[in-house]
């Protein structure tokens, strides 16, 4: 069955340092995958996507690979501050079809002072 | 501009009472989704609306969950005879058929 995977355990880092959180993937051939961002209590927050021909998309801090044949996809998050402390998700979508996303469980991440 | 709003933001109920959860979209966008959030879970797809074609409700997980969208705009999502599994957060996204979602506060229901 098709499956995403994130790491469960949460990411503890020092502030300024790159923080990098990982997405695999399994049975699934996606068009694109997206990252979001999650506050608590609130909902999710698009932040990038990246398309199966896109190897690399930056924004600003943000950066995102994508290996479709590892089935991987990584989020960096360089010059990393404690604002950037929140729950990241890494959703996956079909090709083929509409935008139906399939979610993964997330990775905390805390940025400490 | 206004983003996408749920109400109620909170929801108690008793277990076997039916609830309305309300969804107002982003105003333009044709695409609407639910999804259901369980504590320290991913997102689980409940149901995707697009213009005026038929929903698509392969992620409702029983028969007691139902939804509609009035209008090309509002949904409501209606858990009928609630479970105490059916506690969650519910969300919300509204998208313009491009790619990125935009998520509500979502509304967070307790069966007791």
């Known amino acids: 069955s098709q499956k995403i995977e994130q790491n469960s355990e949460a990411l503890n880092i020092q502030e300024g340092k790159t923080a990098t959180l990982t997405c695999n993937y399994t049975n699934y051939s996606p068009a694109y995958l997206q990252w979001y961002r999650q506050d608590p209590g609130r909902g999710p927050v698009f932040l990038l996507l990246i398309r199966e021909n896109e190897k690399e998309k930056r924004k600003e801090r943000l950066k995102v690979t994508f290996d479709t044949t590892l089935k991987q996809s990584l989020f960096h998050i360089t010059a990393s501050q404690p604002a950037d402390s929140a729950t990241y998700l890494c959703a996956l979508v079909g090709s083929g079809g509409y935008n139906k996303l399939i979610f993964g469980a997330g990775t905390r991440l805390a940025v400490h002072p | 501009g206004a983003g996408v709003s749920q109400s109620p933001s909170n929801k108690v109920t008793e277990k076997g009472k039916d609830v309305e959860l309300r969804c107002d979209p982003i105003s333009g966008h044709t695409a609407l989704y639910w999804y259901r959030q369980s504590l320290g879970q991913g997102l689980e797809f409940l149901i995707y609306?697009?213009?005026?074609?038929?929903?698509?409700k392969s992620g409702l997980p029983s028969d007691r969950f139902s939804a509609e969208r009035t209008g090309g705009s509002v949904s409501t999502l209606t858990i009928q005879r609630t479970q105490q599994e059916d506690s969650a957060v519910y969300l919300c996204?509204?998208?313009?058929?491009?790619?990125?979602?935009?998520f509500g506060p979502g509304t967070r229901l307790t069966v007791l």
């Open positions: 996204a509204s998208s313009p058929l491009g790619d990125e979602q935009f």
């Open positions: 609306f697009q213009g005026n074609s038929a929903p698509d």
